[in-house]
């Protein structure tokens, strides 16, 4: 595992029924193991509202997204050029 070069990434959304939007995500390229770079984290504002249930696990609501969040799209756009070309195959990974 210590050749390969892989991101972690990690989300908030607003719950788990449909419509679910991603509310952050957050992603860390990793070399192996080890962390390789910074780490990326935004917030994402899709104008909706978040339910009480989801808000208590994360601590966002409508008011702080649209306050710090970003456009989706940009977001995901900045995402995309993050993760770069990094791509293994998963039957390569054993944990």
Same mark, same amino acid.
């Given at each position: /595992?210590?050749?390969? &070069?892989?991101? $972690? %990434? ?5 719950? $788990?029924?449909?419509?679910?939007? #991603?509310?952050? %995500?957050?992603?860390?390229? /990793? ?10 984290? !935004? +917030? $994402? ?5 978040? @339910? @009480?249930?989801? &808000?208590? =696990? ?6 702080? +997204? ?5 456009? @989706?799209?940009? #977001?995901?756009?900045? $995402?995309? !050029?993050? =993760?770069? &070309? %990094?791509?293994? @195959? #998963?039957?390569? #990974?054993? =944990?």
């Amino acid at each position: /595992m210590t050749d390969f &070069s892989w991101c $972690l %990434i990690d989300t908030e959304t607003t719950g $788990l029924h449909a419509p679910i939007f #991603v509310v952050e %995500i957050a992603a860390q390229r /990793m070399r192996g193991w080890q962390a390789e770079g910074a780490p990326f984290r !935004r +917030l $994402l504002n899709h104008g909706t509202d978040i @339910p @009480p249930e989801a &808000s208590r =696990v994360h601590g966002y609501t409508r008011e702080i +997204l649209e306050r710090d969040g970003d456009d @989706p799209r940009t #977001v995901y756009r900045e $995402l995309a !050029r993050y =993760v770069g &070309s %990094i791509a293994i @195959p #998963v039957e390569t #990974v054993h =944990v």
